[in-house]
Structure formats: structure tokens, C-alpha cells
């Protein structure tokens, strides 16, 4: 792997990582709040729910952006990736239009839209099944059982 690609997956995998930590964190919560009474309705919840940030690199999103806007499409991501693109497309023109003769590139406003709260984690009921099934068994492990 070359330096910048090597970066590029660790990054992806930081992100991948507080995605898990966000969401399982989300689900405790839910838990000790009574919000759902299994994991199937935690994860269906869940999926939907606000999220802290996009979990996307900048970089990624400006070369995702830049493909819708070339318009080349993103009929290639799955559904709710192509819903966050979307999304992150739609606040990328909202800065624009609030944002007049900016001299940011693209990357450099992507880089504060990715951070702030997103609509949704922008996963599907499985995975998100999937994570806190895994994070469960983690959190059994290290309690001993």
C-alpha cells in the first residue's frame, strides 16, 4: 500500500470505528431509557437515528460530490450510501448559497459538513443488527462470560 492509500484506509477504518462506538453507544442508552425491548427494534431505530457525523472522509466525499457533479452518478454506491451522498451534496450547495464567492475548495467545506450531525447513520436495519450483536459479545467477553 502507498503512503497516501495506506492513510486513506486508516482513516476509513477510524471511521468505521466510532461509527461502532456511536451507535452502540446509542443502543445503551436506548436500552436504559426502555426506547426498544429487543435488538431487532434497537437496530431499526437506530439506523434512522441522528447520527454525531457523517462517517466519511472529506476526500471521499469531495471524489463522490465531484462525480455527481461531473455528472458521472453514484448508481454504483448502495442505497443508503447514495442517500448520504445526496445529503452531503445538498449541504455542500446550501454552503455555496449561504457562502457567496467562497474561496474554500471543496474539500476544505466538506471537511465541516462531515462533522457535524448527520440525518441518519445512513445503514441498513442488518447492519446495524450486526454491530451491536458483535459489540455485545465484546462487552460479554470482557465481563468474563
Not at 453514484?74 to 442505497?79: E, T
Not at 449561504?98 to 471543496?106: D, M
Request: hydrophobic fraction near 35%.
Amino acid at each position: 500500500m502507498a503512503g497516501n492509500d495506506l492513510f486513506c484506509w486508516m482513516r476509513d477504518q477510524q471511521l468505521k470505528q466510532r461509527k461502532r462506538i456511536d451507535l452502540y453507544s446509542l443502543y445503551k442508552k436506548g436500552l436504559d431509557e426502555g426506547r426498544f425491548s429487543s435488538v431487532l427494534d434497537a437496530a431499526r431505530y437506530l439506523c434512522h437515528h441522528q447520527a454525531p457525523c457523517y462517517y466519511i472522509s472529506p476526500e471521499q466525499a469531495t471524489l463522490l460530490i465531484g462525480r455527481i457533479i461531473d455528472g458521472r452518478g453514484i448508481s454504483d454506491l448502495s442505497p443508503s450510501q447514495r442517500r448520504m451522498v445526496i445529503q452531503l451534496y445538498y449541504e455542500y450547495k446550501r454552503y455555496l448559497s449561504l457562502h457567496p464567492g467562497t474561496r474554500n475548495s471543496r474539500v476544505r467545506i466538506l471537511n465541516e459538513i462531515v462533522d457535524k450531525p448527520a440525518p441518519e447513520f445512513y445503514m441498513t436495519e442488518e447492519a446495524a443488527r450486526k454491530i451491536i450483536r458483535e459489540e455485545n459479545m465484546k462487552a460479554r467477553r470482557k465481563a468474563g462470560w
